[in-house]
């Protein structure tokens, strides 16, 4: 995830990112963010990276708090994994049905990460 204080003048970065072989998804459904994707077909075999270009007083940015709440609480960070794995295997090809899946536990852990 990378903070930035304006989506409009991020733009500037698709041209580098895309030199790197990363492909902008430009029709993201998430109006708060950059999406940008690498391997992913038919420009290569499987996903292997994505960054999140995101304004930092904005939505996205706060996400950082899950990352961070997990790094202090390893015990949390045992269960998200559990959890990932469960629902990786549950939803093989659905990949819309697994991230779904984590919504109500990462609401969950932000709170928690919220109120500490």
């Known amino acids: 995830m990378v903070g930035v204080h304006s989506l409009l ?5 698709i041209p580098a990112l895309e030199s790197l ?4 998804w430009r029709e ?3 109006p708060g963010r950059m999406f ?3 391997g992913m077909p038919p420009y290569g075999k499987q996903r292997t990276h994505h960054v999140h270009i995101v ?3 904005g939505e996205f940015w706060e996400r ?3 990352r961070d709440y997990l790094k202090a609480h390893p015990e949390e960070a045992k269960q998200y994994e559990a959890l990932k794995r469960d629902l990786a295997a549950s939803f093989q090809s659905d990949r819309e049905a697994y991230t779904n899946g ?3 536990y990462i609401r969950a852990v932000m709170a928690k990460a919220r109120s500490e």
């Open 9 to 13: 003048d991020a733009k500037s970065t």
């Open 21 to 24: 072989g990363y492909v902008y």
């Open 28 to 30: 993201n459904p998430h």
């Open 36 to 38: 940008f994707v690498k």
């Open 55 to 57: 304004e930092v007083d």
């Open 64 to 66: 950082k708090l899950f």
């Open 102 to 104: 984590k919504n109500d």
